[in-house]
């Protein structure tokens, strides 16, 4: 099993010190996952000590280390995006929307862009930039791909389309898809991505990744249950796993 979207350092809440990885890595142990991916947000770059990473990861036995990043795709900063993504030897590369038009879709604190933008609109742009995400060629997975749920505003329309036209993108893009737990602790109470997107995904034979999105060490694998009844129910036997920005062997669930 894997965790391939998480964070030690988080919201600058710790430093990323040997102890504090390994920590990770003793509640992985506990919680039967074999390889941990730490995904730090792309602008606490300065943060990532990979010094501490390395000796981490050498001094971890039972669970294999990778090194990604988190990096928060905004249409129009590419070149910031691609320089990001090759600043540090990253085993893979998550692409993340987090925004429409520059402002957070996913603050608790601020939710004034639903009030302020028809949400049937909101969603198309939120997709769009999805598709932008998986096509640019910068990622090898894309996170939490339908976030913009997070706060239980949904347009009265059908979705289904633009539904499909990303999973079709994706699918193109040849991108992994983050399966990720975190939504089950958020307002909207169900993983990312929903039922009926994973169902578009698993038609269109997109592989996945599995994902607790920690902050915390005791959050690491939480939500697996749910998680893995999921993609099992879809059809899913297996994840995929990376190692320097390539593909390696899937591991069955």
Same mark, same amino acid.
């Given at each position: 099993?894997?965790?391939?979207?998480?964070?030690?350092?988080?919201?600058?809440?710790?430093?990323?010190?040997?102890?504090?990885?390994?920590?990770?890595?003793?509640?992985?142990?506990?919680?039967?996952?074999?390889?941990?991916?730490?995904?730090?947000?792309?602008?606490?770059?300065?943060?990532?000590?990979?010094?501490?990473?390395?000796?981490?990861?050498?001094?971890?036995?039972?669970? &294999?280390?990778?090194?990604?990043?988190?990096?928060?795709?905004?249409?129009?900063?590419?070149?910031?995006?691609?320089?990001?993504?090759?600043?540090?030897?990253?085993?893979?590369?998550?692409?993340?929307?987090?925004?429409?038009?520059?402002?957070?879709?996913?603050?608790?604190?601020?939710?004034?862009?639903?009030?302020?933008?028809?949400?049937?609109?909101?969603?198309? &742009?939120?997709?769009?930039?999805?598709?932008?995400?998986?096509?640019?060629?910068?990622?090898?997975?894309?996170?939490?791909?339908?976030?913009?749920?997070?706060?239980?505003?949904?347009?009265?329309?059908?979705?289904?389309?633009?539904?499909?036209?990303?999973?079709?993108?994706?699918?193109?893009?040849?991108?992994?898809?983050?399966?990720?737990?975190?939504?089950?602790?958020?307002?909207?109470?169900?993983?990312?991505?929903?039922?009926?997107?994973?169902?578009?995904?698993?038609?269109?034979?997109?592989?996945?990744?599995?994902?607790?999105?920690?902050?915390?060490?005791?959050?690491?694998?939480?939500?697996?249950?749910?998680?893995?009844?999921?993609?099992?129910?879809?059809?899913?036997?297996?994840?995929?796993?990376?190692?320097?920005?390539?593909?390696?062997?899937?591991?069955?669930?």
């Amino acid at each position: 099993m894997i965790d391939y979207h998480l964070h030690v350092v988080a919201h600058d809440d710790r430093p990323m010190t040997v102890e504090n990885i390994l920590e990770y890595c003793g509640v992985a142990k506990s919680r039967g996952i074999k390889q941990l991916g730490i995904t730090e947000h792309d602008r606490y770059l300065d943060k990532i000590d990979i010094g501490a990473f390395v000796e981490a990861r050498d001094k971890s036995k039972d669970v &294999a280390l990778r090194l990604g990043i988190e990096i928060d795709y905004v249409s129009g900063n590419e070149e910031e995006m691609f320089n990001i993504s090759g600043e540090l030897p990253y085993d893979y590369v998550i692409g993340s929307v987090h925004r429409v038009d520059k402002r957070e879709v996913d603050r608790a604190t601020d939710q004034s862009i639903y009030e302020e933008y028809e949400t049937y609109e909101l969603y198309e &742009a939120y997709f769009r930039n999805v598709r932008e995400s998986a096509l640019s060629g910068m990622f090898e997975v894309i996170g939490h791909p339908d976030l913009i749920k997070i706060f239980r505003h949904a347009p009265d329309e059908d979705i289904t389309p633009m539904l499909e036209e990303t999973a079709d993108a994706i699918a193109e893009s040849g991108v992994v898809v983050d399966v990720n737990s975190a939504g089950l602790r958020k307002p909207i109470g169900e993983i990312y991505p929903s039922r009926r997107f994973l169902e578009m995904f698993f038609e269109r034979d997109v592989p996945i990744i599995l994902s607790s999105d920690a902050h915390a060490a005791n959050e690491v694998g939480a939500g697996y249950e749910e998680s893995i009844q999921l993609v099992k129910s879809v059809g899913y036997r297996e994840v995929a796993t990376f190692k320097d920005r390539d593909r390696m062997e899937s591991l069955s669930l």
